[in-house]
């Protein structure tokens, strides 16, 4: 890792959380001054939230390609809405549908105008 953060300024880098080494990646960027955000992951809640202490701070397209918000296992959409700083959102009407996901994030803590 180190090698791709000397070869050119890096800013923001999205991950999966549950990917073997996660946490230790994720204190590295962080440290380093790197967001590191969550996305395109089949990680769960637990993984999410270990992220989020291990220094991530945001998610990459809340909704797509991860983890569904269910009632018994809230997925990284749940951590996301729950615990996130900030959580990106594709308002397109196709990557997410309106009247289930934008309201709940303009509810939850993860809601930037």
Do not use: W
Not at 1 to 30: C, F, N, S
Not at 52 to 71: C, D, E, R, V, Y
């Amino acid at each position: 890792m180190a090698q791709y953060l000397a070869a050119a300024p890096l800013k923001i880098v999205t991950l999966a959380p549950e990917l073997p080494g996660h946490l230790d990646i994720i204190r590295m960027l962080a440290a380093r001054g790197v967001r590191v955000q969550l996305g395109h992951t089949l990680g769960s809640y637990e993984d999410a939230v270990a992220a989020l202490a291990a220094g991530a701070s945001g998610f990459t397209h809340l909704f797509n390609a991860m983890t569904p918000l269910q009632h018994r296992a809230p997925g990284v959409v749940g951590a996301a809405l729950a615990h996130a700083e900030y959580a990106e959102l594709i308002p397109d009407l196709l990557h997410v549908h309106p009247a289930r996901s934008m309201p709940r994030c303009a509810r939850s803590r993860a809601y930037m105008p």
